[in-house]
């Protein structure tokens, strides 16, 4: 199925500096992903914790990406100048559960795959063997209930697809995302955030 994937950056009015303004837009930020989750609108949302320009990435149950748009600028963060969205078509099966009201949350494990250096558009004999390898990797690692969610971006950018692990450690996910057959050919490379989610959301 296809979704839209926001990746929310820091915005011209972004500050990390607490004070009543902020606080007040966080408020407002939560209750607007909180009537997107009870409206089915947003499949998952989550914080990244180690990125100084990426902040949050938002899963939304559309294809179409100027409804996605519609609902990103009703978000206050963003009508406010706090974040910026950038938004990508992206597929995978829904598997993601309905959002539950537990406020507890977890951390996965979120792997963007880029163009590596050694990506080519060009489709060989070589390159489909390394793309079948890939999707055998990813059933494999599935198999192992390690990896949870996978799916590619459909506007061929130089993102090309996620994993999401839900592992204890960002060590072990670099090691399980390690044994793709594309990252290991140079066709495609890994950047791997800690990604803070509702508990329960994750298959």
């Known amino acids: 199925m296809q979704f839209q994937m926001a990746l ?59 409804e996605a748009t519609a609902w990103l600028n009703a978000d206050p963060a963003v009508a406010g100048g706090y974040l910026v969205p950038e938004l990508h078509p992206w597929w995978s099966e829904d598997v993601m559960n309905k959002r539950t009201t537990s406020t507890q949350f977890v951390t996965a494990y979120l792997a963007f795959l880029t163009r590596g250096d050694k990506w080519t558009p060009e489709k060989t004999p070589q390159t489909e063997a390394i793309q079948k390898a890939h999707l055998d990797n990813i059933n494999k690692l599935a198999d192992m209930k390690k990896l949870v969610v996978a799916g590619p971006f459909g506007d061929n950018g130089r993102l090309r697809g996620i994993f999401v692990f839900k592992v204890a450690t960002i060590e072990e996910a670099r090691s399980l995302a390690a044994t793709d057959p594309a990252v290991q050919a140079g066709r495609l490379a890994l950047q791997i955030h800690p990604w803070v989610v509702p508990e329960g959301i994750l298959p």
Do not use: Y
Not at 48 to 64: M, N, P, Q, Y
């Open 8 to 66: 929310l950056k820091r915005g011209p009015n972004w500050s990390p500096n607490p004070s009543r303004e902020r606080a007040g837009m966080r408020q407002r930020h939560v209750a607007h992903m909180r009537s997107m989750f009870e409206a089915n609108k947003l499949m998952i949302a989550g914080a990244i914790r180690d990125d100084a320009d990426l902040i949050e990435v938002h899963i939304f149950r559309t294809k179409s990406a100027e």
